[in-house]
């Protein structure tokens, strides 16, 4: 998955559509290509990262990296009504919860300046999705957030600037790279779910409203895999100074834990939407 896919060729309704549409945004060597992007990226060969990775991905299967959770999204995108427009909401929302919880982050590394200063830029690149997402969902169906409500919304957003920095106790190491395990493993499905809803967000916007998305859409991509390479990178540097079994563990734990949510999270819409046709998405 190299290239972020922001148009299809075919109409974009049928079954021939679907079997493109997941033809293009899943591939058996998803984790394989992510993980090139990211070593071209960061300019590193990054061996460790690559095998924590690779180990978790192969015990835990997650959910949201199988063909069958593409479909899904298909099938609810083209035949529930709304339901593109509350995706692209939860994940503004989603991005504004991550941008706070890296400013807290950032507020508590008070013994490495260059690591601070790149959670803090990763925290108010949270915050300014978090508006992007608000503005695609408009671009993708206009009038759909009012601009009343729009301006609710971003008002309880975090701050795009630094925000003032408190005092805070300062996070221990092991604690930092756990946090962090769980940011790169929270990029990389994010990443992934740009992909599944890029093609479509894009097909259904108006042409006044398709160069907003795909401009979005291809921003967002670049910095997510900038997220996710920054704190590849991270894990490379700590695994070669002896945490490397630390973090082998936690990738397959925390990626249990994400998988578990995301089955959690799908579950409702699998029972709502499915018409029993997605069973096997609710096997972990
Ligand atoms: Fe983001
Ligand atoms: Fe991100």
Request: aromatic content about 8%; overall charge negative.
């Amino acid at each position: 998955m190299p290239k972020l896919q922001v148009s299809m060729e075919k109409e974009h309704l049928s079954d021939a559509a679907c079997r493109h549409y997941t033809g293009t945004v899943y591939s058996d060597h998803a984790t394989a290509e992510l993980l090139e992007a990211v070593r071209e990226l960061v300019n590193d060969d990054l061996p460790h990262y690559t095998r924590c990775l690779t180990q978790a991905v192969d015990n835990v299967q997650p959910v949201f990296m199988r063909k069958r959770y593409a479909e899904f999204f298909w099938h609810c995108s083209t035949t529930v009504r709304g339901y593109l427009e509350n995706v692209i909401a939860a994940s503004s929302t989603g991005e504004g919860e991550g941008a706070l919880k890296l400013f807290d982050l950032w507020r508590s590394i008070d013994y490495n300046n260059d690591m601070a200063d790149q959670v803090l830029r990763h925290a108010q690149d949270e915050a300014r999705h978090a508006r992007m997402f608000l503005r695609m969902a408009n671009a993708m169906t206009p009038g759909c957030i009012a601009p009343a409500e729009l301006a609710v919304r971003e008002s309880t957003l975090p701050p795009l600037g630094v925000p003032e920095l408190s005092s805070r106790a300062s996070v221990p190491e092991h604690h930092l790279i756990d946090h962090l395990v769980q940011m790169n493993i929270g990029e990389i499905r994010t990443r992934l779910h740009m992909h599944l809803f890029a093609p479509i967000v894009f097909n259904l916007a108006p042409d006044s409203g398709r160069k907003l998305v795909r401009g979005t859409l291809e921003a967002l991509a670049d910095d997510e895999l900038r997220h996710i390479g920054y704190t590849a990178l991270l894990m490379e540097q700590w695994a070669r100074d002896g945490d490397a079994d630390l973090i082998a563990g936690l990738y397959s734990s925390r990626l249990a834990t994400f998988n578990a949510i995301t089955v959690d999270h799908t579950e409702g819409a699998i029972r709502a939407y499915g018409q029993g046709r997605f069973p096997d998405l609710l096997e972990m």
